[in-house]
């Protein structure tokens, strides 16, 4: 083969350039006339995935949705979700009652879907129904009969034992009299009561008889009302015999309806009883009692009832159609486990079952929660309970701050409700991988990965899919129908984004703001259909809106603020190519790539690493040229040389290989001082046998070195060189294809180090023959020439 074939090999056509999508190849004029694409645009092994996550009902199958931002998988997900869940059952209501025997631990009260409101409302009414029919009962005259009755009987007694020592006062002159409540004795003189002056000026002795006998009347009184205390206890017992057979008798007919209605519900039933009793025990709560100065008006009557025997009710399906889908936007922990809420009174916090509210897990319950896991894990304690609830298969109620803090306060602990959901995160590929090393428990709980294909092969099936799916996209949106040059210039793009020739991006998010973007431009023109030039103009705008910083270094280059040449050669000098992202936006830019060479024996010094510039990557490829050096050239003496590399003008952190291709090349350079045409500029990284390896960004790296190479002005000699691996990636601009076609501008592809040395230094680099060395003259013999003179020089 001779040395212009060789070259010859490595230099691409235009049509290797870009991959054109022919608009007659589409079977229709316009996405009006095509039917809509109904699913998810190439995602077939995540639909698998996520319909095995979903059908799969033991406990640790929820799903974590992978995938990158704009691919479609939140709304994947959430469709996916409402699909499956329609045809699932609907699931209980949940309600919180009062735990009468002790309000600090409330009851949950669990009931069939729809009943909850129901019998919510029933309850409500039964309150009117009490607040009428209780303080009538207790109003009514068999009431205060039965009642005056008790209370005569009571006075009977009483007046008996007074009346009983009252006859004995009289046989002795001595009067009884009652004030106020009190029995007292008094003397009598003529029948009337005798005053203290009367009384001092009786005899002693006669005084002393009168007081004897008072003192003797007191003592027959107090044994004849020995048994007051328990007169009076069974008064009141018969008193609250009547009050609660009262009640009972109001409130039987009520609670009955409310029994018969729902006799097939146990909870219910047994939820009555509770009430049922608790309102015979605290009736005069409602009624009120003659004993209290507290006069009881309608509204805290309602109030008592509502604070004690009312139903919470903290999860209501009745309108939901088959299993609930909750998307909660922001998981604190409040917002996914429910709260308990407090009111203020008299300057203190109180609170009751009626103040818990639910979380995003009890609206989920026996349905699907979706979380994203960024937002997640951004929330303190949340993560962990929420991992503590999957396990316990229940939901608490609890204040996590609490536990850390060491400050108590008295509040509720609602009794936990039992928690059936399926939970599916939606995050990135470095979470999920990060999770799966840091958290033990993880792969066990998310044990269902639904990982999103970024990009889907491009074949005729598939574009013709792509045309429907954006036809889908922009009745979705309201935007015009696009004719088919339009559409062939959305899939040319998205082959750019997917930076592969043989594939589409699907990556969704992006291309619908091109759409509208698109449309803006139709509108603007005044133009029916979305069409190619509109397209264009889109992605023309987003380009000058991103692309100040590009122009101000393309700028610094022009006026050799940063010293990039593109004509002429130089020994120890080459144009390597690199990709900068800002952002959103990446766009690629030549650097100038330096190497010396002495005697010595520090091997390659990589000037960027010793200042820390370097990045891991980066160095490694440095590392590299070593060894490639030792395997192609030092068969038979030891390589020892002094080497520096460096990224000129670069002032920040360099990673990835693609410059040691570039490289090794200067490197040679300097060794050999054969000269590097500066018009080209090379990337590709190598690996120790010389064989060059694909690198990412290849499109804007060419476009990079073009808008450069154009604006000093192209003169058909100026190209790049990348890797062989890379021509399918290629999917370059209008006017880098244009260039290359008129043979302004040039693309060359290899595969080995030897075949860029050639491009780079206009002549053969030589091929190692039998006898061990590399044919004369040429590049590889020149290098084994000077790494033998370095060697045998001393240092």
Not at 281 to 297: C, F, P, Q
Not at 317 to 337: C, D, I, Q, R
Not at 649 to 667: F, H, K
Not at 735 to 746: E, L, N, P, T, Y
Request: glycine content about 6%; charged content about 25%.
């Amino acid at each position: 083969m001779t040395d212009s074939t060789r070259l010859d090999t490595t230099l691409l056509c235009a049509d290797q350039l870009y991959r054109v999508c022919d608009p007659k190849d589409l079977p229709f004029l316009t996405t009006e006339s095509i039917e809509p694409f109904n699913g998810f645009f190439g995602q077939e092994r995540a639909i698998e995935a996520m319909d095995f996550g979903i059908s799969m009902q033991r406990h640790g199958y929820n799903l974590f949705v992978m995938g990158n931002p704009h691919t479609g998988r939140f709304s994947f997900a959430m469709e996916n979700l409402k699909n499956y869940a329609k045809k699932d059952q609907k699931p209980a209501d949940w309600c919180y009652i009062n735990n009468l025997s002790d309000g600090r631990y409330p009851v949950v009260l669990q009931l069939p879907a729809g009943k909850a409101q129901q019998i919510k409302k029933d309850v409500e009414n039964l309150f009117e129904n009490l607040l009428t029919e209780l303080p009538a009962a207790f109003e009514s005259p068999g009431y205060q009969r039965m009642k005056s009755r008790i209370e005569r009987d009571f006075t009977k007694r009483y007046d008996q034992a007074v009346d009983s020592v009252e006859r004995k006062a009289r046989d002795v002159n001595i009067a009884v009299y009652r004030d106020a409540g009190t029995i007292g004795f008094t003397p009598l003189a003529d029948g009337q009561a005798m005053d203290e002056a009367a009384f001092s000026q009786l005899p002693e002795e006669e005084r002393d008889t009168i007081q004897q006998n008072i003192s003797d009347l007191e003592d027959q009184l107090n044994e004849a009302l020995t048994e007051l205390p328990k007169w009076r206890r069974e008064a009141a017992a018969q008193i609250r015999n009547l009050d609660s057979e009262t009640t009972r008798k109001s409130i039987l007919p009520l609670i009955a309806q409310l029994r018969d209605r729902y006799v097939h519900h146990a909870n219910i039933i047994k939820y009555l009883g509770y009430v049922e009793k608790d309102l015979i025990k605290n009736v005069a709560e409602i009624v009120g009692d003659e004993r209290s100065l507290e006069i009881k008006t309608d509204q805290m009557r309602q109030q008592f009832l509502e604070e004690n025997y009312g139903i919470n009710l903290l999860v209501d399906n009745h309108k939901t159609k088959g299993a609930p889908v909750v998307y909660e936007a922001h998981p604190s922990y409040e917002n996914l486990f429910g709260r308990v809420e407090y009111n203020s009174e008299m300057g203190a916090l109180v609170t009751n079952y009626t103040l818990i509210r639910p979380g995003a897990l009890h609206r989920a319950n026996g349905g699907y929660l979706l979380l994203e896991a960024e937002k997640l894990l951004e929330q303190p304690f949340v993560y962990s309970a929420l991992k503590r609830a999957l396990k316990s298969h229940e939901i608490r109620i609890e204040n996590p701050v609490s536990e850390y803090t060491g400050v108590s306060t008295i509040t509720l602990n609602p009794q936990p409700v039992p928690l059936k959901v399926k939970v599916i995160l939606v995050g990135g590929r470095d979470i999920y991988y990060l999770l799966q090393e840091l958290d033990h428990d993880f792969e066990k709980m998310f044990r269902v990965v639904v990982d999103f294909d970024e990009d889907v092969k491009r074949s005729p099936a598939s574009v013709r899919n792509y045309a429907r799916l954006m036809k889908t996209l922009a009745v979705e949106e309201g935007l015009a129908p696009l004719k088919r040059e339009a559409v062939a210039r959305l899939t040319e793009h998205s082959s750019r984004m997917a930076e592969d020739q043989e594939m589409l991006s699907a990556h969704i998010g992006e291309l619908v703001d091109l759409l509208c973007e698109a449309d803006f431009r139709r509108r603007q023109k005044g133009d029916d259909l979305i069409g190619a030039q509109h397209v264009e103009m889109a992605l023309q705008g987003k380009e000058r809106r991103t692309g100040r910083l590009s122009e101000k270094i393309l700028e610094s280059m022009l006026n050799r603020t940063v010293l990039i040449d593109t004509e002429g050669s130089a020994v120890g000098c080459a144009n390597g190519l690199t990709v900068l992202q800002v952002g959103d936006v990446s766009f690629g830019t030549p650097a100038r790539i330096t190497a010396t060479v002495n005697p010595g024996n520090k091997g390659i010094v990589d000037i960027e690493r010793e200042v820390t510039l370097g990045q891991p990557i980066h160095s490694k490829g440095v590392l590299i040229l070593s060894g490639y050096l030792g395997h192609q050239y030092a068969h038979d003496f030891p390589m020892t040389l002094s080497a520096s590399i460096a990224m000129e003008q670069s002032y920040g952190y360099i990673d990835g290989d693609s410059a040691s291709l570039a490289e090794i090349c200067t490197l040679i350079s300097a060794l050999t001082a054969i000269p590097i045409l500066q018009q080209f500029a090379t990337t590709g990284s190598i690996n120790q046998y010389g064989e060059v390896q694909a690198i990412g960004g290849v499109n804007e790296k060419i476009e990079g070195f073009f808008r450069l190479c154009q604006t000093r002005g192209l003169t058909g000699d100026q190209g790049v060189i990348i890797p062989k691996a890379n021509v399918r990636n290629l999917m370059l601009k209008k006017d880098v294809v244009d260039a290359v076609k008129a043979g302004q501008f040039s693309v060359h592809a290899v595969s080995h180090v030897d075949q860029c040395l050639e491009l780079l230094m206009g002549r053969k680099a030589g091929q190692l023959k039998a006898d061990g060395h590399f044919t004369q003259r040429s590049i590889n013999a020149l290098v084994v020439k000077r790494l033998r003179e370095i060697a045998k020089a001393k240092p």
